[in-house]
């Protein structure tokens, strides 16, 4: 089912022996965008210390109670590497972390079965895991590029003729945790009208300047389904978008 990040925001956190905090935000792949991480507010139990969590540890979520379950102990996650507030997460640092619990290389896609696995441009599935890393670093691939869902939020939206808005949110799919749209407040086209635009029909993001880019023009997106924060988003309402546009659909390709 697609979910609105920015509602899971706050949710519960809970480990096998009891609750360690509340879902601050959310990391994701922007090559993927698929959501690698969450960030747990550890608050008064562990002071200070950022705890990441693989949906490899996710084990439920209960939208009514606001509970995410995941199956790990909090030993564990007392113990588990620290993680700098202030610098972005590298490889290295994603690489001890995974260690640590366990969890698969999603960049690889050695280790197992993994929520989001891709296999690594030009690697035989022969090579070692050093060997990937090693040939990655020598392609200057070593630092991962996570974006954070907080961050992206109030990023501008420009249609392929002007500014319309900016990022409201993302819908996600809670199974396979790729994020499938942005929501879009249509503030400066349309005040009040939010809509949603796939990832295939964005033009472009420029990270550096915080803005994003559509394949769509300002008539269209005038005209398009307006999308209700209430109303859950099923395959009929995506249908729907998708005819509107003429587009290609995800779950059909």
């Not at 023009?217 to 005209?223: D, L, R, S, V």
Request: charged fraction near 35%; charge should be negative; hydrophobic fraction near 35%.
């Amino acid at each position: 089912m697609l979910r609105s990040v920015k509602e899971m925001e706050g949710f519960r956190i809970k480990a096998i022996d009891g609750e360690i905090g509340k879902l601050h935000e959310f990391y994701f792949d922007d090559h993927t965008w698929i959501i690698r991480y969450i960030i747990v507010d550890t608050g008064s139990w562990l002071a200070e210390k950022l705890v990441l969590v693989s949906p490899e540890s996710f084990k439920s979520l209960d939208w009514d109670k606001r509970i995410f379950e995941v199956n790990l102990d909090k030993q564990q996650i007392e113990d588990s590497p620290d993680i700098d507030r202030e610098r972005p997460v590298s490889r290295q640092k994603e690489t001890e972390l995974i260690g640590y619990y366990g969890w698969p290389m999603y960049w690889t896609g050695i280790g197992g079965p993994t929520i989001g696995a891709f296999p690594p441009a030009n690697a035989a599935i022969t090579k070692t895991e050093e060997e990937i890393l090693e040939m990655r670093r020598k392609e200057g691939q070593d630092d991962p590029n996570l974006r954070s869902t907080r961050t992206v939020i109030s990023y501008g939206i420009h249609a392929n003729d002007g500014h319309i808005g900016h990022v409201e949110d993302f819908l996600a799919d809670d199974e396979s945790w790729n994020i499938r749209y942005l929501i879009v407040d249509t503030k400066n086209l349309l005040p009040g009208k939010k809509v949603i635009t796939a990832l295939d029909w964005i033009e472009k993001i420029v990270w550096s300047e915080s803005d994003v880019y559509l394949k769509l023009t300002k008539e269209e997106i005038k005209n398009s389904p307006e999308y209700d924060p209430s109303e859950t988003v099923g395959r009929d309402y995506e249908n729907k978008i998708h005819e509107y546009y003429g587009k290609k659909k995800y779950w059909e390709k």
